[in-house]
Nanobody, 122 residues
Framework: EVQLVESGGGLVQAGGSLRLSCALS????????IGWFRQAPGKEREGFSC????????YYLDSGKGRFTISRDNAKNTVFLQIGSLKPEDTAIYSC???????????????WGQGTQVIVSS
């Protein structure tokens, strides 16, 4: 069974940083692109970054460019998301998902993790 487990969320002050992890089990890690999504309170979930099978990284949100860094460690079956200069508007549940190719659209992904909560205080 394919499973994704996110970790690394928590409460952080504005201006701080976090590193989120997404660990995949039950599947061959190299076969999948891994996308990161977030859902802020009262808002729809949005895709903002993806690490492709070939190692190309894509960022979909202008608000995250320069602050979000995605990377994958195939030896650990894990994708990391480094978030710097955190802002209160980054408060959200962050989830990862697998797909055959990168996309910012949810229908492209067919397995999801439970998510990890990030709260940024001002």
């Amino acid at each position: 069974e394919v499973q994704l487990v996110e970790s690394g969320g928590g409460l952080v002050q504005a201006g701080g940083s976090l590193r989120l992890s997404c660990a995949l089990s039950g599947a061959t890690f190299d076969d999948y692109a891994i996308g990161w999504f977030r859902q802020a309170p009262g808002k729809e979930r949005e895709g903002f970054s993806c690490a492709s099978r070939s190692g190309d990284n894509t960022y979909y949100l202008d608000s995250g460019k320069g602050r979000f860094t995605i990377s994958r460690d195939n030896a650990k079956n894990t994708v990391f998301l480094q978030i710097g200069s955190l802002k209160p508007e980054d408060t959200a549940i962050y989830s990862c998902a697998v797909a055959w190719g990168c996309s910012s659209a949810e229908p492209a992904y067919d397995r999801w993790g439970q998510g990890t909560q990030v709260i940024v205080s001002s």
